[in-house]
């Protein structure tokens, strides 16, 4: 068989385990080639492809990133995308392809293997918010940058007697703002599934000043909107290929707020792509491995069409098309732990 690999969307954490893993399991145990296609769907649209071996996948486990690179293209909208893909799919001699990405990257897959293109999905992102799997690849790691940067906000924040509003990724699920809010000790977590009042937040700060505490923590996932708000805080207008706006500065406006209604020194930090960099933590990197291994198990034995996906302690698959415009959101119960230590 004759497979190839590619990561679409956001980078993050453990990419290069599952490229490893995939390119492993399939050379050793198989006895396939594997064909690496640069930067996601665009590489497999214009044919833009390298040979992996496994001497090119050594090395690499440790490396954040993706060697393979990535884009957002999406290929259901590229004109003539589908058929510029089976072109290339005939002509590199591809039987399959490993597409390693999240659900926008997965919902593509599912349509193209719709298609008759053979496809395999492997979940990553460190949004956590595919549905169907217990766990993404990826997510792990910024929950540990997360925690890191609460941490140190809140020794500075004690110092300076200020509020700390520290602004996570999250487009429509708070899983970072939740376990690294937690983690960190946040005084309160506002997330995309749970709306709040901005004087809900002040009145939390305002209980804790009560107690003699002159400083909080804030944790706010990009996605948050405040309740009764009627559009999310955007960078700009634009939108990429899927549709999705550049999100970002919800954590200002939530800042110049508490200013303004309470009269106390405010700082924001935004944490940004810094979540998506560096090296894997040992649980991604292990789970990163786990999936590409699974993957190129299914793919060997013509499980085309699923995604691998985490259940309890077990890897299995489900189809692909049952992510498609599904979303994962936090658990009801763990926020209710959370809001436990608010204020």
């Not at 956001?10 to 995939?22: E, H, M």
């Not at 490396?63 to 089976?86: A, F, M, Q, V, Y």
């Not at 995604?307 to 926020?335: F, Q, W």
Request: some cysteine; charged content about 20%; aromatic content about 4%.
């Amino acid at each position: 068989m004759r497979l190839g690999i590619l990561t679409g969307g956001g980078d993050c954490p453990g990419l290069n385990a599952a490229i490893r893993a995939v390119t492993r399991r399939s050379i050793d145990t198989y006895g396939s080639s594997v064909v690496g296609i640069h930067n996601g769907w665009a590489g497999l649209i214009h044919g833009d492809t390298e040979p992996l071996s496994l001497y090119s996948v050594s090395g690499i486990l440790h490396r954040g990133g993706t060697i393979l690179g990535t884009s957002r293209t999406n290929p259901i909208k590229h004109p003539d995308g589908i058929e510029r893909i089976k072109e290339n799919i005939k002509k590199f001699e591809l039987d399959a392809v490993v597409a390693i990405g999240g659900e926008d990257t997965l919902g593509a897959a599912a349509k193209l293997n719709e298609a008759g293109i053979p496809m395999v999905g492997l979940p990553k992102t460190i949004d956590n918010d595919i549905v169907g799997t217990d766990a993404t690849f990826g997510f792990d790691t910024a929950v540990m940058i997360a925690t890191d940067a609460i941490d140190r906000l809140h020794t500075t924040a004690e110092s300076h007697h200020r509020v700390m509003v520290i602004e996570v990724m999250g487009r429509h699920t708070g899983w970072i703002a939740i376990k690294a809010g937690i983690a960190g000790g946040a005084d309160c977590i506002l997330i995309p599934e749970v709306p709040m009042e901005i004087g809900e937040v002040c009145h939390l700060v305002n209980q804790r000043k009560q107690r003699g505490k002159t400083f909080s923590l804030i944790v706010v996932a990009e996605g948050f909107s405040p309740k009764n708000a009627t559009k999310l805080v955007t960078q700009d207008d634009k939108v990429d290929e899927f549709g999705h706006v550049r999100l970002g500065g919800i954590g200002h406006l939530i800042g110049v707020e508490i200013e303004r209604l309470i009269d106390i020194e405010t700082r924001v930090t935004i944490l940004g792509h810094i979540q998506r960099g560096g090296s894997p933590t040992a649980y991604d990197r292990v789970l990163a491995t786990q999936y590409g291994v699974a993957a190129a198990d299914l793919l060997h034995n013509g499980g085309f069409g699923r995604m691998v996906a985490l259940n309890g302690t077990k890897i299995e698959s489900i189809p692909l098309t049952d992510i498609i415009g599904k979303i994962r959101k936090v658990d009801n119960h763990l926020y209710e732990i959370a809001r436990v230590f608010f204020g």
